[in-house]
């Protein structure tokens, strides 16, 4: 069980200035009461016949009273000032004491009024401390949990628990890391506050993402062979908080600055992914898993943007990314430079090796590292496996180096209904947006397409004995029947 806490004792210092303001007082008494701080108060604490002075002191220099309230309106300001009255006596008290108590917070102004000008009335003591303001009604009620927060030394910002030094500071782990947080703090400012240079600024930050990938390189050795799959693991997540940087990325391209522009910017962000799927021209040996971690990682990146663009509905972002080719340099298949996004989805042979060597038994290793590592995202993967879903179509529809296989969709039901967007385009208006995305001139065209890939058995992934169920995660039957 937790710790009971103590009730904080709370005396408070104001100045008679009228009947409205007494009772005031004693309502705002009164509410500190009913959140646990035992309130000390002249109204229910000094008794007839105490000196009024010796009982203010007292209270103030007791050292079981925690916290000091002094309620400021003009009256109070003006004797404390001149030290008149009670609250002048108060004054002459109070002042040393705030500059020679170890704990300052102990003491605290009230704003219960302001002047002509909307100062604040403040005793001249008291000018340039932080003060809680209750002479607006609108704000009172934040401001009063604040002074009970500040009561019972329960802060609502507290200092987080202090971490250890970053890893990117110790020599050993130096060459894997890449010095983006700048940039990628001035790109997002720059894009979610529509500055004329957002683009610019996101094209920096991502030259330092692509500047950073040669220090994620691997190589097999004889020695590691056997389990390098572990050195790709690693290696991916590794890179996972410069993932979590462009995932925010993605999502703020999209929520603020979808242009053709940026969507040509992130279509040559991961076109110069490519040259990292093979090995380097002055490599002498190299095996095809020595790439894996690259193509996991460009692969999950491609996902995410697809997710951002489909889920704020920026379907001409999307459709670029899937319909523009890509230039790819590869040198074991001269005269075809350009290919379809495809060129993105692989087969990782290291994630297939542990699946066995592990014997793991899983349908697919990838789209399990896919789904655990979604979890902290912000992104529901159920918008990834939408954008897996349409990648297939469109991988399907444009097939000529290989097709898009949708991992992700071993976690597809089958009695499982259509994705967001294909349930929308049950209305024939909404299917008008989805045709540049789908490569379709028409509903018919589409459902043509589909009613021939399901026909076609070969062509539809299969996970054992779960097949994908194409026609209903597009909403085949219902699609443009309504307006």
């Known amino acids: 069980m937790s710790e009971e806490l103590a009730n904080p004792k709370l005396f408070i210092s104001y100045c008679w200035s009228n009947q409205d303001h007494e009772s005031w007082v004693v309502r705002f008494a009164e509410e500190l009461v009913s959140q646990g701080v035992h309130v000390i108060l002249d109204k229910w604490d000094l008794k007839p016949g105490n000196d009024a002075n010796d009982f203010m002191e007292s209270m103030v220099k007791d050292k079981t009273v925690t916290k000091v309230i002094m309620i400021c309106d003009e009256s109070y300001v003006t004797k404390s000032d001149g030290r008149k009255g009670g609250a002048g006596t108060e004054a002459q008290i109070i002042t040393p004491e705030i500059y020679t108590e170890t704990k300052q917070d102990k003491f605290v102004a009230i704003v219960r009024e302001r002047d002509e000008q909307g100062k604040p009335f403040l005793p001249t003591y008291y000018k340039g401390r932080i003060y809680f303001d209750l002479s607006d009604p609108a704000t009172y009620a934040e401001e009063f949990d604040k002074i009970v927060r500040w009561a019972w030394d329960k802060p609502y910002h507290q200092r987080p628990a202090l971490g250890s030094a970053p890893s990117f500071l110790k020599a050993d782990n130096a060459p894997g890391k890449i010095a983006s947080v700048v940039a990628h703090r001035r790109a997002l400012e720059g894009i979610r506050g529509g500055a004329s240079n957002a683009v610019a600024l996101a094209g920096e930050y991502l030259e330092i993402v692509i500047g950073g990938l040669e220090s994620f390189r691997l190589a097999t050795s004889d020695q590691h062979r056997e389990t390098f799959d572990e050195i790709v693991i690693a290696s991916i997540e590794e890179f996972t908080p410069y993932r979590n940087e462009l995932i925010e990325l993605f999502a703020a391209i999209a929520r603020h600055m979808p242009t053709e522009t940026m969507a040509e910017l992130l279509h040559r962000f991961f076109e110069r992914w490519l040259p990292y799927f093979q090995a380097p021209e002055i490599a002498r040996s190299y095996s095809e898993w020595d790439f894996?971690?690259?193509?996991?990682?460009?692969?999950?990146?491609?996902?995410?943007?697809?997710?951002?663009?489909?889920?704020?509905?920026?379907?001409?972002?999307?459709?670029?990314?899937?319909?523009?080719?890509?230039?790819?340099?590869?040198?074991?298949?001269?005269?075809?430079?350009?290919r379809s996004f495809n060129v993105l989805d692989a087969h990782l042979h290291s994630l297939e090796h542990r699946n066995k060597r592990m014997k793991l038994g899983r349908f697919s290793l990838q789209a399990d590292m896919l789904r655990e590592r979604n979890q902290g995202t912000g992104v529901v993967f159920h918008h990834l496996m939408a954008a897996d879903f349409v990648l297939f179509l469109r991988g399907i529809a444009q097939e000529r180096y290989g097709s898009w296989w949708p991992d992700t969709l071993v976690y597809t039901g089958r009695s499982e209904g259509p994705f967001e967007m294909f349930a929308r385009a049950k209305s024939a208006k909404y299917f008008e947006r989805l045709k540049g995305l789908l490569g379709v001139d028409s509903a018919s065209t589409f459902k043509t397409f589909i009613e021939e890939l399901v026909a076609n058995r070969d062509r539809v992934p299969r996970w054992h004995v779960h097949t994908l169920n194409v026609g209903g995660l597009c909403g085949l039957a219902s699609l443009a029947t309504s307006p």
């Not at 971690?293 to 943007?305: C, D, Q, S």
């Not at 663009?309 to 040198?331: G, H, P, S, V």
Request: net charge negative; aromatic share 22%.
């Open 292 to 338: 894996d971690n690259y193509r996991f990682i460009a692969h999950e990146l491609f996902l995410y943007a697809m997710a951002a663009f489909l889920r704020f509905e920026k379907l001409d972002m999307a459709a670029y990314l899937t319909n523009t080719e890509y230039y790819f340099r590869d040198r074991l298949a001269a005269g075809s430079e350009m």
